[in-house]
């Protein structure tokens, strides 16, 4: 079975500063790693995605994550929030073998200030 | 339009009453989830189908039924619903045949149980 550990319920950053919300992983086999945004009132919607391949990846809004398969990390960073990435952000994992559930974390949320 | 919608958006209901929400979605899409969020605990997987004929069990399945009545419409039933199913309920899906496809969010509903 997969976890998935968000140690930071909440961060809060000053607009144009940069960010890293830490996400770590735990599993026995090969895994697929995401993370996706809440705004207010909001579903969630995809972010990014690593399959494989380069462990640097890029997804919507300048946001990337880097894949570290030594550390079982897959932190998200963007280098400079804005008041609009105020949002909860899940960290979510997936076995890569046969049909397992989307395991989330308990989410970080952003709270970017002026 | 919404791609995948969800009926009501917020409901309030009493100890034991049967409850219904109702999801539905226009991707086109053949697998279906019922998430809850609540706070603290991240999102957990209730029920999922792959199609109209195929459905199973979550991590969270007591207390909860699901009817996939078209490719296009998955609900979920509280039979007699308890005060600790006070949630956030999402329904979501995505595209079949690989388990790495995001999933895509409805709104959410929120329901309290007094």
């Known amino acids: 079975a997969q976890s998935v550990t968000q140690l930071d319920s909440q961060v809060p950053v000053f607009e144009e500063a940069p960010v890293e919300l830490r996400c770590n992983y735990s599993?026995?086999?090969?895994?697929?790693l995401f993370w996706y945004v809440q705004y207010p009132n909001q579903g969630l919607q995809l972010l990014l995605k690593?399959?494989?391949?380069?462990?640097l990846v890029k997804g919507i809004n300048g946001f990337e994550a880097e894949f570290n398969k030594s550390q079982t990390s897959f932190h998200l960073r963007k280098p400079s929030v804005h008041i609009s990435d105020t949002a909860e952000y899940f960290c979510?994992?997936?076995?890569?073998?046969?049909?397992?559930?989307?395991?989330f974390g308990t989410g970080t949320r952003l709270l970017v200030s002026p | 339009d919404a791609d995948v919608t969800q009926t009501p958006r917020n409901r309030i209901t009493k100890t034991g009453k049967r409850i219904m929400l109702e999801c539905s979605q226009t991707?086109?899409?053949?697998?279906m989830y019922w998430y809850r969020q609540d706070p603290g605990l991240g999102l957990r997987l209730i029920y999922y189908s792959f199609d109209v004929k195929d459905i199973n069990k979550g991590e969270i399945s007591d207390g909860y039924s699901v009817s996939r009545q078209a490719q296009a419409k998955f609900s979920l039933s509280l039979e007699s619903a308890i005060p600790n199913q006070t949630a956030l309920y999402f329904c979501?899906?995505?595209?079949?045949?690989?388990?790495?496809?995001?999933?895509?969010f409805g709104p959410g509903t929120r329901l309290t149980v007094l």
């Open positions: 991707k086109g899409h053949d697998r």
């Open positions: 690593y399959l494989s391949g380069s462990t």
């Open positions: 979501a899906t995505s595209q079949g045949q690989v388990d790495y496809n995001e999933q895509f």
């Open positions: 599993s026995s086999v090969s895994v697929y």
């Open positions: 979510a994992v997936i076995s890569n073998t046969g049909f397992q559930k989307l395991v």
